[in-house]
């Protein structure tokens, strides 16, 4: 971990290192990479999930159970963003420049919202399949009541870290927190192992099969009113590598594996607000027109007098 062990009378500032870091932070070894492309991931998926949330305030269409959960996952999507936009920036500055309370407070802020956005993904989903296959619509009570306990429960296990059961701390380049997946002893496994399941495992079980049974049924008849495939591989493939990198510290020396490519599952996640937008948003026709209608006050007015 990089933190401030004590300052002396001439401001001298002693630096205890984390084992992963002592490779960027050596003679010779290669600084942080450019903030580009994270800085870019963050910008678009802020923006356009930002433009998401103004739709729904704005475009009284939109306010349904149905979008209520969409409205769910672009909160999240710009929770996701925001935490983004201050790695990037700490990145730029080439070290973390807000201590470590910092470190635990963003660590909280960007677990959280990643557990919120992957377990909203998994309520449309289930939202999709109730509304379109069965028929009952889904009631503003079911809906309320699934946003209500994705973020509880994102809220219960990212707040499990602060209080013992894991542990936040300094990415390999030292530029922002998350999960330290470098301890590994008997509890960061048991967390690690628990929190996949609940917040993985299951989520992606249920996106995939939600999906695969609107494919059966609603593929007899013709083709399926939304997208079936891609909110699954977004999930499998946004965060499977960090899966995979925490299966792997679990099991193997993760120093084995070079700091610069330990980030590569960080920057794929940040760009999940980015193709979540796409996909949720764009991808629908009634989101599309709202968000259109927000951009343009004279088509919002036309639209209206019509």
């Known amino acids: 971990m990089l933190s401030a062990s004590s300052q002396g009378a001439g401001g001298t500032l002693l630096l205890r290192l984390h084992p992963l870091q002592r490779l960027i932070l050596t003679p010779g070894a290669s600084p942080a990479p450019m903030p580009a492309l994270p800085f870019l991931s963050a910008l678009s998926g802020l923006s356009l999930n930002s433009l998401t949330i103004l739709s729904f305030c704005k475009t ?30 700490s990145s730029l500055l080439r070290r973390w420049p807000y201590g470590s309370e910092g470190c635990q407070a963003h660590g909280f802020q960007g677990f959280a919202t990643a557990l919120a956005s992957i377990c909203s993904s998994a309520a449309i989903a289930w939202g999709r399949y ?10 503003w009570n079911t809906a309320v009541s699934l946003v209500f306990f994705v973020w509880l429960s994102s809220t219960f296990w990212a707040a499990l870290p602060l209080l013992g059961w894991g542990h936040y701390d300094y990415e390999p380049l030292g530029t922002c927190c998350t999960l330290d997946y470098s301890r590994v002893d008997r509890n960061f496994t048991s967390f690690l192992f628990t929190m996949a399941f609940f917040n993985f495992l299951l989520p992606l079980f249920i996106t995939v099969t939600s999906y695969r049974l609107m494919e059966q049924k609603l593929g007899k008849t013709g083709r399926p009113p939304v997208n079936t495939i891609l909110p699954a591989r977004t999930l499998m493939l ?4 960090y899966a995979l990198l925490y299966l792997y510290a679990t099991f193997a020396d993760v120093t084995s594996i070079s700091p610069k ?31 259109w209608q927000c951009l343009s006050p004279q088509r919002r007015e036309r639209d209206r007098e019509q």
């Open 60 to 89: 009284p269409e939109l306010r349904t159970p149905s979008h209520l959960l969409v409205l769910s996952l672009a909160l999240a999507d710009s929770g996701i963003s925001l935490n983004a936009f201050v790695a990037a920036t």
């Open 261 to 291: 490519l330990q980030m590569v599952p960080a920057l794929i996640a940040k760009m999940v607000p980015t193709v979540n937008a796409i996909n949720y948003a764009l991808g629908s026709e009634m989101v599309h027109r709202g968000i």
């Open 238 to 241: 946004a965060w499977g590598p």
């Open 130 to 139: 109730h509304h379109y296959c069965t028929r009952s619509r889904l009631d």
